[in-house]
């Protein structure tokens, strides 16, 4: 038990546990309810971009993978159920997508190859936003604000 100076105040072990564990979950509400933001990065021969999201790995997968059999001149070139990760090309342009289960929600992770082009920069970037647009989830990029 901790006590005041002069004794009018007094705290037990578990009340101050209590205490924190409310403050910590407060907090954690905070960080839940904000806007995800995508990040961009780049390699010599690819961009990536990558996002935390609320939704399942299963349903980013499969919503994925449907929108993909949509499109006649994409060919899915790997798919991998088991790991929720498809890899797909359209003519030059290469793409991986893969939905990484976390704790709560995916980490979806992009990368892109537009053989070279000038829309190589935000490829990924762009198929990111596609995928948040397609699961319902409100994405963002960093220019965004």
Same mark, same amino acid.
């Given at each position: 038990? !901790?006590?005041?100076?002069?004794?009018?105040?007094?705290? #037990?072990?578990?009340?101050?546990g209590?205490?924190?564990? $409310?403050?910590? #979950?407060?907090?954690?509400?905070?960080? *839940?309810?904000?806007?995800? $933001? &995508?990040?961009?990065?780049? #390699?010599?021969?690819?961009?990536?971009?990558? !996002?935390?999201?609320?939704?399942?790995?299963?349903?980013?997968? %499969?919503? $994925?993978?449907?929108?993909l059999?949509?499109?006649?001149?994409?060919?899915?070139?790997? %798919? =991998?159920?088991?790991?929720?990760?498809?890899?797909?090309?359209? +003519?030059?342009?290469?793409?991986?997508?893969?939905?990484?289960?976390?704790? %709560?929600?995916?980490?979806? &992770? *992009?990368?892109?190859?537009?053989?070279?082009?000038d829309? =190589?920069?935000?490829?990924?970037?762009? &198929? $990111?936003?596609? *995928?948040?647009?397609?699961? +319902?989830?409100q994405?963002?990029?960093?220019?965004?604000?």
């Amino acid at each position: 038990m !901790v006590t005041g100076g002069r004794g009018k105040w007094s705290y #037990s072990p578990q009340l101050l546990g209590k205490l924190l564990l $409310v403050l910590i #979950s407060v907090s954690m509400l905070g960080c *839940v309810a904000a806007v995800p $933001v &995508i990040i961009k990065m780049a #390699s010599s021969k690819h961009y990536t971009a990558t !996002v935390q999201m609320k939704t399942g790995p299963e349903d980013v997968y %499969r919503a $994925v993978i449907a929108e993909l059999e949509k499109k006649p001149d994409v060919k899915i070139e790997t %798919r =991998d159920d088991e790991k929720f990760l498809v890899e797909a090309t359209k +003519g030059e342009i290469f793409a991986s997508i893969h939905a990484e289960p976390l704790k %709560r929600g995916t980490q979806l &992770i *992009v990368t892109a190859d537009a053989g070279g082009k000038d829309e =190589d920069k935000d490829l990924a970037l762009r &198929i $990111v936003k596609a *995928v948040c647009d397609l699961v +319902g989830e409100q994405c963002k990029a960093p220019e965004e604000g």
